[in-house]
Each structure stands twice: as C-alpha cells, then as structure tokens.
C-alpha cells in the first residue's frame, strides 16, 4: 500500500506488522513512530538498529505473551533485507502472540543502487502480503512528499509544539531549507521560545538556509587535514542533522571507492563508466585524486565507521558528529 491506504488504515485500526520503506527515510521514521504511539507505551518498545539486529533476540520478545496484557513492540531499523524464514517465524510468533507487534523500517543502503533497493523490497513486502496474519500485517511504500503534502505534516508539527504559524510562513522555512523536510520539520522547535504568532522577522533572525555552509567545504577540511570543529558545528547550527551529514559523508566516499576500484583496475579514471555521466573535468580530477588518498583496507575502516556513527545516532546519542569525523580524517593519507 502507499502513504494514503495507511492513513485510511490507521483511522480505523492499528496493525499487528508493519513493513515499511521508500524514497523518503523521513515518511519511514514518522510512521513507523506515529504506529508505535498508537500500538503500547514507549516503555514496552524495544528498538534494534541495523548491525545490533539480533533474531534471537527480537524472538525472544515477541514469542512471549504478558500476564498483564502489556504490548511488547519490536522496532527493527535496517538497511539489509532479511531472509524469508526469520520473517516468517516473527509473523508466527505475532500469530501466537496476539498482544505484540512488530515494525520494520527498511532503507536503502548506501552501497546499494535505487534498482538493487527495490528489488530487495519487493521481495521483502511479498512475505507481509500473504502472510499468516493476513490484514493485520502490511507493507508501505514511501515516496518523497510534495511540497504541498510537506506542508501539511509542518502544520501538524506546529499544531502539537502549539505554534501560532500561517500556512504560507511554513512554506517560507521549507524553502529556506531546499524543500528538506527533515530539516523544516526540526527547525519548528526553535520558535517554541517565542510567546507570539511567528513573524517573517522572526524566521530570518532564529532559521538559516540549509548549505549556509557547505558540504564541500567539509570535504575540503577533511582531505587538507585541517580543523573540522568549525565547520561540523556551524552545518549542526544551521539545522542539517548528523544523520543528513552522513548520508552525504557515505555517498561521497562510496563514489570515491568507485573511483578508487576503476583506477586500481584501469589506470586512469573514466566518470561515465564509474557514475554514469560526465561532471565537470575539475571534479573528475578532484575525486580520482582523493580517492587514491586512502588505502584499501582504509575504505573498509572507513565504511565500518559510518555503520558505528548511523547506529549511535539512531540511538540518540548526541555529539557525535566531530567523534566520528575525527576518526574518518585519519584514514586519509
């Protein structure tokens, strides 16, 4: 189903397995929060993320019942697709246990290709849609949202921080951050210390424009070894999470093994066949330049580090960007 079939879904009940993925991780983390508020307390939810997913574990939760009734909810951030007997035994478990629940977000991961995402969710979404618990599990797919739909969870957003706000005011600080809806969808707390309707003056003073500083000026400081404290302080004060900046230290340095890959193998680089079309001959040069900068059991070290840092930060630790990017600017030769 999609994101409209989960609304009328969850007006009327709330289910027992929810599979969901997309294009959009922010659709992914909102509803997969909005199912567990309405499926049991926070404090009988039990969250496993990525590399800690252990399915003994999550097993041994939902294969018990409780003497009081309490709803045992299992929460599974993942970025691999899981194999079709573990997923069938956890539906059998929810079958045998009719108090629990499961959620299981699904992202793509960096080193997968869009193609190669979808395959794998199609044939993670077949095991919920002819399951043993039949309605009570689903699976939903995620697009990007609209301008217009992004508007309509921001006015959500303001409604519970109880911001007096105009419609056309939300579109201002959306725009202001290139139409992230992650991003907006935070920056709203920030008015939260305002005792008055928010003024445009108001957004220009508290709200800054995402890519105030930019993305490349960190690469920049992380290739010329010079102090990143700065940089990564200003991009977390200008609202772009730690988990923005990740995913683009990820796709960088993926295509820097690219580069990396093609050089070992041929030489010299070619950025049609390594990306699939031809940037500019500056950046060409820049990236195969930097890519052989790190060593080959760099790259390993390197991708290893960002599952520690998306795991941490999925877990709420905060502060741990300059940690992380510290250890990344030591890879590099």
Not at 218 to 239: P, R, T, V
Request: glycine share 6%.
């Amino acid at each position: 189903m999609y994101k409209k079939d989960l609304d009328t879904t969850l007006e009327k009940s709330c289910p027992r397995a929810s599979l969901l993925y997309g294009e959009s991780e922010f659709l992914i983390q909102y509803y997969s929060e909005k199912i567990a508020r309405k499926t049991t307390e926070m404090a009988n939810k039990t969250t496993f993320y990525y590399s800690d997913y252990d399915f003994g574990a999550v097993m041994d939760i939902l294969g018990q019942s409780s003497l009081f009734g309490d709803v045992a909810l299992v929460v599974l951030k993942l970025d691999k697709k899981l194999p079709k007997k573990e997923i069938e035994a956890m539906l059998k478990a929810l079958q045998t246990n009719q108090q629990n629940a499961l959620i299981i977000e699904f992202y793509r991961s960096e080193t997968k290709s869009n193609a190669e995402y979808a395959k794998d969710f199609r044939e993670f979404g077949a095991n919920f849609k002819h399951s043993c618990l039949g309605n009570a599990a689903i699976e939903v797919r995620f697009f990007a949202p609209n301008f217009y739909e992004s508007i309509s969870l921001l006015k959500e957003r303001a409604k519970a921080l109880n911001l007096a706000i105009e419609e056309r005011l939300l579109g201002v600080i959306l725009t202001m951050q290139n139409n992230h809806l992650g991003i907006a969808y935070n920056e709203l707390e920030k008015f939260c210390i305002l005792d008055a309707p928010i003024r445009l003056e108001d957004i220009q003073r508290l709200s800054y424009g995402l890519g105030s500083v930019g993305i490349d000026e960190l690469y920049g400081a992380i290739f010329d070894k010079k102090d990143i404290f700065e940089i990564c302080e200003k991009m977390l004060e200008d609202g772009l999470a730690e988990l923005d900046i990740l995913r683009e230290l990820e796709r960088y340095f993926y295509q820097l093994f690219l580069f990396f890959a093609y050089i070992k193998t041929y030489g010299s680089p070619n950025a049609k066949d390594i990306l699939g079309f031809a940037p500019p001959q500056a950046i060409v040069e820049k990236l195969a330049s930097r890519s052989i900068r790190i060593k080959e059991e760099g790259y390993r070290g390197i991708f290893e580090l960002f599952a520690k840092w998306r795991n941490a930060s999925m877990r709420g630790e905060k502060n741990t960007s300059l940690h992380f990017l510290m250890k990344l600017q030591a890879y590099i030769r």
